[in-house]
């Protein structure tokens, strides 16, 4: 089993920044890839983006340029930098890890991002 604890939402205003952190623990050998999905009310869970153990990024065309993913590999821990919100990336953001690309094997319980305008 995986735990993913996140942190870092909150309420923000259009232009600004948060940073999310996803803090991985357990059986964390065989993670090979780990990233932020995101679910607004009464729309479908999309992939934010996500990082590999080699350290190859994808990102969703809606974020490119304003969103990073990166992570810390001692630590276990996954960050989202994110810049230049819009209210439109209001959701709940989610960790997830998973044994291959785009898998999602183990999600955290999800961090509430509010972007005003």
């Known amino acids: 089993q995986v735990q993913l604890v996140e942190s870092g939402g909150g309420l923000v205003q259009a232009g600004g920044s948060l940073r999310l952190s996803c803090a991985a623990s357990?059986?964390?050998?065989?993670?090979?890839?780990m990233g932020w999905d995101r679910q607004a009310p009464g729309k479908q869970r999309e992939l934010v983006a996500l990082i590999t153990n080699g350290e190859m990024t994808k990102y969703a065309d809606s974020v490119k340029g304003r969103f990073t993913i990166s992570r810390d590999n001692a630590n276990n821990t996954v960050y989202l930098q994110m810049n230049s919100l819009k209210p439109e990336d209001t959701a709940v953001y989610y960790c997830?890890?998973?044994?291959?690309?785009?898998?999602?094997?183990?999600w955290g319980q999800g961090t509430q991002v509010t972007v005003s305008s």
């Open positions: 357990g059986s964390i050998f065989s993670i090979k890839t």
């Open positions: 997830n890890a998973g044994y291959r690309p785009y898998s999602r094997n183990y």
